[in-house]
Nanobody
């Protein structure tokens, strides 16, 4: 099982930027999908963005498309979430998660298909 550690959260201002990082240890991300959710990942996780580790395809929630960018660094086994044009409603705990297998396009936003979760990082956006 892969272990995930998020970092980069904190306090941002509306209109500003933050960058979250998700570093993996143990098993690598290969052939997996990696995603960011907000709130409690095992209950009411809300999809934010996801990336296919091998193919590089990315997926976004409508609320963040055009403002957030998910990317990966294979050499560092790390996934990033660049958050631009922040809004106060982006305030939440953000969790990194990974699947064990490649996903279909319509599965990326389903929290139930992800098996490894980080502990989360708080993002607070002031108005």
């Amino acid at each position: 099982q892969v272990q995930l550690v998020e970092s980069g959260g904190g306090l941002g201002q509306a209109g500003g930027s933050l960058r979250l990082s998700c570093a993996a240890s143990g098993r690598t991300f290969s052939n997996n999908a990696v995603a960011w959710f907000r709130r409690a990942p095992r209950k009411d996780g809300v999809f934010v963005a996801a990336i296919s580790w091998s193919g590089g395809s990315s997926h976004y929630a409508d609320s963040v498309r055009g403002r957030f960018t998910i990317s990966s660094d294979n050499a560092k086994n790390t996934v990033y979430l660049q958050m631009n044009r922040l809004k106060p409603e982006d305030t939440d705990v953000y969790y990194c998660t990974a699947s064990k297998v490649p996903l279909l396009d319509n599965e990326y936003s389903d929290w139930a298909v992800y098996t490894s979760w980080g502990r989360g990082t708080q993002v607070t956006v002031s108005s």
